[in-house]
């Protein structure tokens, strides 16, 4: 029934296209509308999805979540234009642009989250580490893909930090300067490492449990990809990303801070474990490794966690000696057999 109504709408287009005219007129929350009216214009989405997605937006989100959804998109929108003629420069301006991109998504979420009464409201510089977290680890991983965008570069690494190992930021996917572009990384990935402790503490502060696995899942999956990507020359060589099997047990296994604090330490040791004494950062980066790990044990709940962990390693022991005898069963029965 749903896509029959959907074929009939889009056959009367023109008509649509009109009657979404008149109802941007009389919208109380007009900047939403022909925000998303225009990017979905410029993505070549048609007038009935357009239509559709608009009705649904209205209809769904009470004016609440209109408000907090209306200011969010124009800061990120005034922020982004900002940064169309702007180098980032400086760590400021790294930390600006991924305050616009994500750090606002991560506030807009936290008033969401209030205004569904499930949760408090967090302070705003925890809620803007979130989303910074997220994002400096996807401009880490994705230094390939940005950099060789065509028509032109994405560089949104600092020159700060990268011009103190090369002369142009493209210069590190070059084979002859393997040894900086691997300095140039650590050092990127030890000033992503400064939010996590913010974001441990967003965390354990969410009551909701779905509203918990949602922010909880990415923060583990970022601590993962920059254990992966910490000293590692493949990531200007081309995709470093976390195994499917991995981030699936990540996914079902995640279901309360003790699992985020178990996940966190045992992602930061395996950072930890990378360190040379010989990079240049190599005193920061364990300074701020340390920091996360005294969060993660300060806890109190590493203890409970440990035990359910050898529990479970126990029983896991237990059906692999069950599974070995039985071949082994098998293979005397198949050999008596002959």
């Keep these: 029934m749903a896509f029959l109504v959907i074929f009939v709408v889009s056959s009367l287009e023109g008509l ?13 929350c007009q900047f939403c ?6 990017y979905m214009t410029v993505t070549g989405i048609s007038h ?11 209809s769904i989100f009470c004016s609440s979540y209109q408000e907090v959804i209306e200011d969010i998109t124009k800061r990120t929108g005034a922020g982004m234009a900002k940064f169309i003629c702007k180098e980032v420069e400086t760590v400021n301006d790294y930390d600006e642009y991924c305050h616009y991109v994500a750090g606002l998504v991560g506030l807009g979420l936290s008033k969401l989250f209030h205004a569904s009464g499930m949760e408090d409201l967090a302070p705003d510089y925890l809620s803007n580490s979130m989303g910074l977290f997220l994002q400096k680890t996807n ?6 893909e940005d950099i060789n965008e065509i028509p032109k570069s994405r560089m949104f690494w600092p020159r700060e930090i990268w011009n103190k190992y090369v002369d142009k930021l493209e210069d590190l996917k070059y084979v002859e300067n393997s040894v900086k572009a691997v300095q140039c990384l650590n050092d990127m990935v030890s000033n992503a490492l400064i939010h996590v402790e913010d974001c441990l503490i967003y965390m354990s502060a969410l009551k909701d449990p779905a509203i918990f696995r949602s922010c909880a899942i990415p923060q583990i999956m970022a601590i993962g990809t920059l254990a992966l990507c910490y000293n590692n020359l493949e990531v200007f060589r081309g995709a470093v990303k976390m195994q499917r099997g991995l981030t699936a047990r990540v996914i079902d296994q995640t279901r309360t801070m003790s699992d985020v604090y178990v996940n966190f330490l045992r992602f930061s040791s395996m950072l930890k474990s990378k360190v040379h004494e010989n990079d240049p950062n190599a005193a920061l980066t364990h300074k701020r490794i340390e920091a996360i790990q005294k969060a993660c044990t300060s806890s109190g709940v590493l203890s409970k966690t440990g035990c359910d962990i050898s529990k479970r ?4 022991n237990s059906i692999m000696i069950m599974v070995i005898v039985l071949l082994l069963f098998i293979s005397f029965a198949v050999l008596f057999r002959k």
């Design 33 to 38: 509308n022909l925000f998303i009216v225009t």
């Design 16 to 28: 649509l296209w009109r009657t979404i005219l008149v109802f941007l007129q009389k919208s109380k």
């Design 313 to 316: 390693r126990h029983q896991n």
């Design 139 to 144: 401009i880490i991983r994705d230094y390939l």
């Design 48 to 58: 009935c999805t357009r239509f559709l997605f608009l009705s649904v937006f209205q």
